[in-house]
């Protein structure tokens, strides 16, 4: 397995990864170190340790941020799958001809909106 040392905080530590990993090991690392840093500055005098719980906590609040931001994506995209259900139905029942021209221009002012949100939905997925 490779071993190779990551810079944290102005100190470097050897670290073992899978064979193929070492560059986003290193990302990683490079990450940490700047949340590290930045801990550091408004936690003046803590020791190391102290530094990488306060690190530690602060990665873990924005994991629990995107895991509740995903949460709001995957019921969106529930709520959206829904209503295409309903507009298929609906397209079905124009293709079928049983549909008045009123529900015809609805179901096509539904579809474009319906695009828009899945649009917006998956730019915040991309950006997530």
Known sequence: MPKIDVS?????YPVVCGEGEQAHVLELAAGLDTI???VAQGAQGATDAQ???????T??????DLEGETETLRGDV????????????????LKAGTVTP???AE???AVEHLTARVEAIAARVRSA
């Open 8 to 12: 944290l905080a102005g100190r470097t």
């Open 36 to 38: 590290l840093r930045r």
């Open 51 to 57: 530094l990488l719980v306060l690190a530690g906590l």
């Open 59 to 64: 990665m873990a609040d924005k994991v629990y």
């Open 78 to 93: 529930r709520a959206l799958e829904a209503h295409l259900a309903e507009m298929r139905s609906q397209m079905d029942a």
């Open 102 to 104: 009123e529900e015809e």
């Open 107 to 109: 179901v096509a002012a």
